[in-house]
């Protein structure tokens, strides 16, 4: 089983920029897709970015095209979402997620979840 553990959130002025960070461990995740999911309170979960298991694939939510970049180090067994140009809207609980096979931006699909971590852009 993968093991997840995101880092890197944390509270900017809106316009800045953060990097979160996932590392997996427990399994190589190679041959994962990947993605980061938000939920903001009172919200449900959802897809902010995915990205293919070789990282030539990616898929945004509309309202962070353009601002938000997604990549994966294989070798380093660790995922990365930077950040840019944050609006307070961006806020919520950012969690990386793993599925064994295929990739989406349905949750359905993850069978595997970090703890998560705190973004807030405030106004």
């Known amino acids: 089983q993968v093991q997840l553990v995101e880092s890197g959130g944390g509270l900017v002025q809106a316009g800045g920029s953060l990097r979160l960070s996932c590392t997996a461990s427990g399994r190589t995740i190679s041959r994962y897709g990947m993605g980061w999911f938000r939920q903001a309170p009172g919200k449900e979960r959802g897809s902010v970015a995915i990205i293919n298991w070789s990282g030539d694939t990616t898929d945004y939510a509309d309202s962070v095209k353009g601002r938000f970049t997604i990549s994966r180090n294989n070798a380093e067994n660790t995922m990365y979402l930077q950040m840019n140009s944050l609006h307070p809207e961006d806020r919520g609980v950012y969690y990386c997620?793993?599925?064994?096979?295929?990739?989406?931006?349905?949750?359905?699909?993850?069978?595997?979840w970090g703890q998560g971590t705190q973004v807030t852009a405030s106004s």
């Open positions: 997620a793993a599925a064994p096979a295929g990739n989406s931006r349905s949750t359905r699909l993850y069978d595997c």
